[in-house]
């Protein structure tokens, strides 16, 4: 697919790059062991459900579209708000951060956001959308680096963590070469550490098993040495805690887990709970794993009503978990956490599911009962 000008348009009009968080950063996010801690506190500290140690996940959900704008302007129209009739990316953002407070509540500490974005319609085959916030010669735009700030700061300032994507394929290909891709990593993680965030952990690309990514650094055998990249980076003896994920039902290759952080891992397409432990076990006996956290951060599979489903799974095996939710076909504004136009809200009887059995293995129900 061709490069659509738009997007070196959008770059000279655009202000410059803000690059500094606007206040002292107030979430700090690290790694002991297998856990997180938040603030030099494990997360959900001393909570355990259904005999399983809760203390030190970080409960999760996709929220790629954060973000989002479409500089096609052939598909731009697809996402328009029914109730003014166009697509509106300050008001995608407007509407995120304020429901932030709302997940937390619920014991929801971090949410995956995307430098590319995702797939606005869940799954797709062919995305001619442009929802990259990266030019053809890998630029930071700065409109896109402006509502990535905020959603940053909210987080910050609500106690969460976002781990932050910076390629999703598909979209990979509006990247003339590898020294864009080498360019827009650079820039990215530069902004990050300029701007000072202490509450976000990267995830360099969005599965990079996918055969769709144009770029071979983007793929599996490669992707480590990005990974590397930026973890090499530092500002004021600082850097930033880095991997990447999978596709539905992948383990993580060694080359991959000698060199991360943590390890993302997807559950997409894994219809047995079973399947998720026998994941986790198999990622631990990779070559090169030693104690560091484990995250499903993207996973569509439900049932949260039930007694057993992919969340109970991943925690029993002391692995956080998080939740995709896409706009079905025919389905109304109300569903869907990855399909623009968002309703950002608790919404649907699918996102209350989710939400309630997040509080109730969080404890954060137990919480709210205090105060009631």
Not at 20 to 35: C, L
Not at 50 to 71: K, P, W, Y
Not at 79 to 98: H, L, P, S
Not at 268 to 287: F, L, S, T, W, Y
């Amino acid at each position: 697919m061709k490069h659509i000008p738009l997007v070196l348009i959008a770059l000279l009009l655009a202000p410059q790059v803000a690059l500094h968080a606007a206040e002292p950063p107030q979430t700090s996010v690290s790694i002991v062991g297998e856990d997180f801690h938040i603030n030099g506190r494990p997360t959900y500290a001393g909570r355990i459900w259904n005999g399983h140690r809760i203390e030190g996940l970080l409960m999760n959900s996709r929220m790629v579209q954060a973000t989002f704008d479409d500089l096609n302007p052939d598909t731009a129209k697809r996402w328009a708000y029914a109730d003014t009739g166009t697509w509106d990316a300050e008001r995608n953002v407007r509407e995120f951060i304020v429901a932030m407070p709302e997940w937390k509540k619920h014991g929801l500490l971090a949410v995956t956001v995307n430098f590319q974005g995702g797939s606005p319609e869940g799954y797709s085959g062919k995305q001619p959308w442009v929802t990259g916030a990266f030019t053809e010669d890998g630029s930071l735009l700065p409109d896109f680096a402006a509502r990535m700030k905020r959603v940053l700061d909210a987080a910050d300032a609500n106690g969460m963590v976002v781990i932050l994507g910076y390629f999703y394929f598909r979209q990979d290909q509006h990247m003339k070469d590898e020294a864009a891709v080498l360019r827009a990593t650079d820039e990215a993680t530069r902004w990050l550490l300029d701007g000072n965030w202490r509450n976000v952990i990267v995830e360099v690309n969005n599965e990079c098993n996918v055969k769709a990514y144009d770029h071979d650094i983007l793929r599996p055998g490669r992707i480590h040495g990005l990974i590397t990249r930026v973890k090499r980076a530092e500002k004021d003896g600082r850097r930033l805690l880095a991997g990447t994920s999978y596709g539905g039902g992948a383990i993580p290759k060694e080359n991959v887990v000698r060199v991360s952080d943590f390890l993302l891992m997807h559950g997409n397409g894994v219809k047995d709970p079973k399947r998720i432990g026998e994941m986790v076990q198999k990622a631990r006996a990779v070559p090169g794993y030693r104690p560091m956290p484990i995250l499903f951060n993207e996973d569509d599979h439900e049932k949260f009503d039930q007694p057993e489903n992919n969340v109970a799974a991943a925690v029993a095996e002391h692995v956080s978990w998080g939740w995709f939710d896409f706009r079905r076909h025919g389905e109304g504004f109300e569903q869907g956490y990855q399909s623009p136009p968002v309703n950002w809200s608790i919404s649907s009887d699918r996102k209350r599911g989710f939400f309630h059995l997040l509080a109730e293995i969080t404890g954060a129900a137990a919480e709210r009962e205090k105060f009631q």
